[in-house]
């Protein structure tokens, strides 16, 4: 039976140092050292023995198995450790390798518009006006010579929330209560932008969602000629001192009288080309002198002060200004389009 235990243990050491992973370290174990196992089966079995031989097999059987356990953790903290200097070789990293480039983000093309026309506009003395994107029917027409069923209001297709609010179609509600604030004292010289919300059809030249940038100015003595001036030093600024420009007669219910301001064409220096459909003149604003009733419901005496308002499309500047001729890239979010304006 000695010699059964010394082969055991043979086999036993040969397939230890034949195993390659934990797992069939673990099948050796289980194989020898199991209950199942030889040596188990040897060590029941020394009943049948003789009291003189006794001893001496389970003094070998004990030797076999002590050595045959000693050799599986041997072995199997060698394998743990060659895992783990595996592992660490796979995960290794070379600390003098370059970095990965980090994209740096930019800022948004109409969010740089909005700061350069609001740069060029607190030059000449603007203050920066807001208010809430959420109005009253009163602010956002009412208060701007838009009484209830009055016709002009199918002008703007509105989002309404109740019967009494709405989302604004205009920044212009910003100008009644920056006039409300000043308790009818001048005065007053403000560009408001923000966000406005009108039911358009979404297209290359139409958002339900777009940008505006409205100024006002009252005081005494303001005129029609004051408007121009401004016009003059803002399009020079922002589009070259090449650029000229025209007012021509338009109609707003908020002011009276009330223009268009065109601008020459760059593409064609007002030669006439496609871009401004042979006219020579790209139309940018809306403008006039503040209609008496507008200066009244804002707390300021017509008779005492007058003044100008104009509005602009922050979408429509950008797209002259950069070539853009689709205003939904604005709002898609396409990497490739926004990569252009880095250094914007």
Not at 61 to 80: C, D, H, M, P, W
Not at 103 to 126: C, N, Y
Not at 174 to 201: A, F, L
Not at 205 to 219: A, R, W, Y
Request: glycine fraction near 10%; hydrophobic fraction near 35%.
């Amino acid at each position: 039976m000695q010699e059964r235990l010394q082969e055991l243990q043979d086999e036993a050491v040969k397939q230890v140092a034949d195993a390659d992973t934990l797992q069939e370290l673990e099948e050796v174990r289980v194989r020898y050292l199991g209950k199942k196992g030889p040596i188990t089966e040897v060590m029941k079995s020394m009943g049948r023995l003789s009291k003189e031989e006794r001893p001496a097999v389970g003094a070998k059987a004990n030797e076999v198995r002590g050595r045959v356990q000693e050799l599986i953790e041997e072995k199997e903290q060698t394998l743990r450790e060659a895992a783990v200097t595996k592992q660490l070789e796979e995960e290794r990293i070379d600390v003098t390798l370059p970095g990965r480039p980090v994209s740096k983000g930019a800022g948004h093309p109409l969010t740089s518009v909005v700061e350069t026309i609001e740069d060029v506009f607190t030059g000449m003395g603007f203050q920066v006006a807001e208010g809430p994107e959420v109005e009253t029917d009163y602010y956002n027409f009412e208060s701007l010579n838009l009484p209830k069923h009055h016709p002009a209001r199918d002008m703007q297709d509105t989002f309404f929330v109740t019967s009494d609010l709405l989302l604004r179609t205009q920044t212009s509600p910003v100008q009644t209560r920056t006039m409300e604030q000043h308790e009818g004292k001048g005065p007053v010289k403000i560009i408001c932008p923000g966000k406005v919300y009108r039911r358009d059809e979404d297209d290359a030249t139409h958002s339900h969602q777009f940008m505006q940038i409205e100024g006002l100015v009252v005081d005494e003595g303001i005129r029609m000629s004051d408007l121009k001036g401004i016009f003059e030093a803002f399009v020079k600024s922002y589009f070259g001192e090449d650029r000229e420009i025209r007012l021509r007669p338009s109609f707003f219910p908020f002011t009276e009288p009330s223009a268009e301001l065109d601008i020459s064409c760059a593409m064609c220096g007002g030669s006439g080309c496609r871009t401004c459909k042979g006219t020579g003149w790209i139309e940018v604003l809306g403008s006039g002198m503040v209609h008496p009733n507008v200066l009244r419901m804002g707390g300021f005496d017509p008779e005492k002060y007058s003044g100008f308002a104009f509005g602009m499309g922050v979408e429509r500047f950008a797209m002259l200004k950069y070539g853009i001729d689709d205003i939904r890239h604005f709002y898609t979010n396409d990497t490739r389009f926004l990569e252009q304006f880095t250094r914007v």
